[in-house]
């Protein structure tokens, strides 16, 4: 019966460093998901700013000093223009109308950003959801070490239960420990990304507005000074 009992407690010392490791990811990917959130909304509202500055949609094109998720989307969508506006773009990928090659690098940039944002949710999600079933397994399999001990010295005191019974506990308790903070963290981290996905659609449709006024063939930086026109007012014009 010692052979069994050490491998029970091995069991449930499994479980305990098992949730041990699952609090240690959930609290890595908070850190570096903040970061992350962080620095995109940073950027994007930094490009915004200098985007909707810009005189006209050809001096937003050469907007190429910030980095983030808006930046790129942008830079896809006039990559997509430059190429549907010069002659002797016959492959499949240019073929199509110029609103629709367009919005589908639009599209596409977008789903790669969400991608990107979207990383690391599932670890939480399964963690969330998978924690108090691993902290029940643990308290089952005490509850069991306990009757195998009862069952073996034929009596049920205290001092016979107290220590598989509080393995049990500590296997309850610590599961619902790791579970909470990534149910917290998948949640949140969830609104921002829908929060982010939302603004990079309303700029993406900003933009496809503009780009039905301004042709991007032979297209070069223009002189500002002659630029009459804010492009906020193009956009909703």
């Given at each position: 019966m010692a052979i069994v009992s050490s491998s029970t407690s091995l069991i449930v010392d499994s479980v305990l460093w098992t949730l041990v490791a699952f609090s240690?990811?959930?609290?890595?990917?908070?850190?570096?998901?903040?970061?992350?959130?962080f620095r995109a909304g940073y950027q994007n509202k930094r490009y915004k700013q200098a985007f909707w500055a810009?005189?006209?949609?050809?001096?937003?094109?050469?907007?190429?000093?910030?980095?983030?998720?808006?930046?790129?989307?942008?830079?896809?969508?006039?990559?997509?223009?430059?190429?549907?506006?010069?002659?002797?773009?016959?492959?499949?990928?240019?073929?199509?109308?110029?609103?629709?090659?367009?919005?589908r690098?639009?599209?596409?940039?977008?789903?790669?950003?969400?991608?990107?944002?979207e990383s690391g949710l599932a670890v939480l999600a399964s963690i969330g959801s998978?924690?108090?079933?691993?902290?029940?397994?643990?308290?089952?399999w005490g509850i069991m070490h306990a009757?195998?001990?009862?069952?073996?010295l034929g009596t049920a005191s205290l001092e016979v239960v107290a220590g598989p019974i509080g393995e049990a506990l500590v296997a309850t308790g610590l599961g619902i420990a790791v579970a909470v903070p990534a149910v917290l963290a998948y949640n949140f981290f969830t609104r921002r990304l829908k929060l982010a996905s939302g603004d990079l659609d309303d700029f993406a449709a900003d933009l496809i507005n503009l780009s039905r006024k301004v042709s991007f063939r032979n297209s070069r930086k223009p002189d500002v000074a002659s630029s009459v026109v804010n492009i906020k007012k193009e956009a909703f014009a």
């Amino acid at each position: 019966m010692a052979i069994v009992s050490s491998s029970t407690s091995l069991i449930v010392d499994s479980v305990l460093w098992t949730l041990v490791a699952f609090s240690v990811v959930t609290w890595t990917l908070l850190a570096v998901k903040g970061v992350q959130n962080f620095r995109a909304g940073y950027q994007n509202k930094r490009y915004k700013q200098a985007f909707w500055a810009a005189p006209d949609l050809l001096s937003a094109a050469e907007i190429n000093d910030f980095k983030g998720p808006a930046a790129r989307v942008a830079q896809a969508g006039f990559n997509a223009l430059r190429d549907a506006d010069t002659p002797g773009q016959h492959d499949l990928e240019h073929s199509g109308e110029r609103q629709d090659l367009l919005e589908r690098s639009l599209r596409q940039q977008i789903l790669k950003e969400r991608r990107s944002l979207e990383s690391g949710l599932a670890v939480l999600a399964s963690i969330g959801s998978t924690s108090p079933f691993v902290g029940l397994f643990g308290t089952v399999w005490g509850i069991m070490h306990a009757l195998t001990d009862i069952g073996r010295l034929g009596t049920a005191s205290l001092e016979v239960v107290a220590g598989p019974i509080g393995e049990a506990l500590v296997a309850t308790g610590l599961g619902i420990a790791v579970a909470v903070p990534a149910v917290l963290a998948y949640n949140f981290f969830t609104r921002r990304l829908k929060l982010a996905s939302g603004d990079l659609d309303d700029f993406a449709a900003d933009l496809i507005n503009l780009s039905r006024k301004v042709s991007f063939r032979n297209s070069r930086k223009p002189d500002v000074a002659s630029s009459v026109v804010n492009i906020k007012k193009e956009a909703f014009a």
